[in-house]
């Protein structure tokens, strides 16, 4: 019996990949509904996500079996949009070089190729965070104006304090030897085509979620809503099940989490008092989002813009109606707000966020006319870790802990250490996962001749 904690796309995925290979699977969602961050909303009769996800058309054959078995032929296929608004100017999200030196003009672009053989005649002490690993590969000028201000916004402090491996990760970049330029060709080259043709599931990828769930109950797999975890039950530093709430014992001879790290921990029996401080070493951001039912005339075309100027809150701005071919009367629109816990937005009302909301979109100069119907705000607290430069060595004392404990395994983007993690990396990873886990598990005996004589006889 496979015990998975967290019915997302990663638990759901998994539990696709292992009860297809025969292992009897459980699931365990405390929430009352499947998705996790990918859940949807029903907002003005429609349905909409946490933020946007995107799933690309160009996917492995496995992940096109995932979704043909949930999903059928019930999905579109459009064309990717995305800008990073920098200073008024629109660049595509990720930015080619080629279109960096053309929108920026040629004084800026001057300053930026200057700016980079500078930094590379004469390098600045290299010190292990995002700054210096950023401004080693494109200069200080480049850093300045496409790096800096919307990472500090997202995550509330100096890029100084933000770790060397977020920033590698982030753009692909990976280690400090390969060069900006050829990764920001290569990008424009070959890989922007790929990623601008995606998916869109009808209903959502909380719809997706939800069919992926009904199809697996039905193959046999037992599917646990609102079941909060108690306590994982460990015995000779191996797992044998989970408690729940309700003092109910599920046993188990294995358990895959998709739960934050230090969420794990307090599940665990006699697990030492230092790590509950570790959270102190991890410090987190909050979520609130504010979506808008809106009349508008003349918004991009983009289904997500980047919002890089500092004088606006917003993070990223996404229009839902722009991933689907459908017709609807009125365009829901989400403002996403990155906020600490001591940040007086974190603690605005309704009233405020819609103020700041409508601030933001004109000082974006988003639109020529827009009319807000209505709002609906959510808040998410302890979203995500900030990727400062003290994570990497607090979240290994913590999983070098759980790697202690026989038979738990860690999936899903809380638990990957990755922060550019889509939703077609989190079913491949679960995928490797199973094969991994399926590849130690011990094959059955081909039956003996003695053996089958005694079953005739």
């Not at 850093?143 to 304090?161: H, I």
């Not at 079941?227 to 294995?254: H, M, N, T």
């Not at 491949?428 to 011990?442: S, W």
Request: hydrophobic share 40%; net charge positive.
């Amino acid at each position: 019996m496979v015990i998975i904690i967290g019915a997302g796309p990663a638990g759901l995925s998994l539990a696709y990949a292992l009860s297809k290979a025969g292992e009897e699977v459980q699931i365990f969602e405390a929430s009352p509904e499947v998705g996790g961050l990918s859940r949807s909303l029903s907002l003005w009769g429609r349905k909409v996500e946490i933020g946007p996800h995107y799933l690309v058309q160009d996917l492995t054959p496995r992940i096109q079996e995932l979704l043909q078995y949930s999903m059928g032929d019930e999905y579109e296929v459009y064309h990717r949009h995305s800008h990073m608004v920098v200073q008024g100017l629109f660049f595509n999200y990720p930015p080619g070089i080629l279109e960096i030196l053309k929108k920026s003009g040629p004084f800026n672009s001057l300053v930026f190729v200057c700016s980079l053989l500078w930094e590379k005649l004469f390098p600045q002490a290299y010190r292990p965070n995002a700054e210096s690993f950023m401004v080693s590969k494109m200069g200080k000028a480049l850093y300045l104006r496409f790096f800096r201000t919307y990472n500090e916004k997202l995550w509330g402090v100096s890029c100084a304090r933000i770790s060397e491996e977020y920033a590698q990760t982030l753009i692909g970049l990976g280690k400090r030897g390969a060069s900006f330029w050829k990764m920001l060709a290569n990008n424009l080259r070959k890989k922007q085509a790929r990623f601008r043709t995606c998916l869109y599931p009808h209903g959502g990828f909380g719809n997706l979620c939800k069919k992926l769930a009904d199809a697996l109950s039905h193959q046999g797999v037992r599917l646990h809503l609102s079941a909060a975890i108690q306590d994982i039950v460990v015995e000779g530093g191996k797992v044998r099940g989970i408690r729940l709430a309700d003092g109910s014992f599920y046993p188990c001879e294995s358990i895959f989490t998709t739960i934050p790290l230090l969420k794990l921990v307090t599940l665990l029996p006699n697990t030492p008092s230092s790590l509950f401080g570790k959270d102190k070493g991890m410090t987190f951001r909050n979520l609130t989002l504010v979506y808008l039912n809106v009349h508008i005339e003349g918004f991009p075309q983009d289904q997500c813009l980047y919002m890089a100027s500092p004088e606006i809150k917003a993070a990223r701005i996404t229009n839902f109606n722009h991933f689907t071919t459908n017709v609807y009367p009125t365009t829901i629109l989400l403002l996403e707000y990155w906020t600490g816990d001591e940040e007086a937005l974190w603690h605005y009302k309704e009233k405020e966020l819609l103020d700041q909301a409508k601030k933001d979109i004109q000082t974006a100069e988003l639109c020529t006319h827009i009319e807000i119907l209505d709002c609906h705000v959510l808040k998410i607290q302890r979203a995500f870790p900030v990727p400062d430069t003290s994570f990497p060595a607090a979240r290994k004392v913590v999983t070098d802990y759980l790697a202690t404990v026989q038979e738990l395994y860690l999936v899903g983007r809380n638990n990957s250490g990755v922060f550019n993690f889509g939703v077609e990396n989190t079913f491949e990873e679960c995928f490797r996962q199973a094969e991994d886990y399926l590849g130690r598990r011990p094959k059955p005996k081909a039956p003996t001749l003695s053996s089958l004589t005694s079953i005739i006889s």
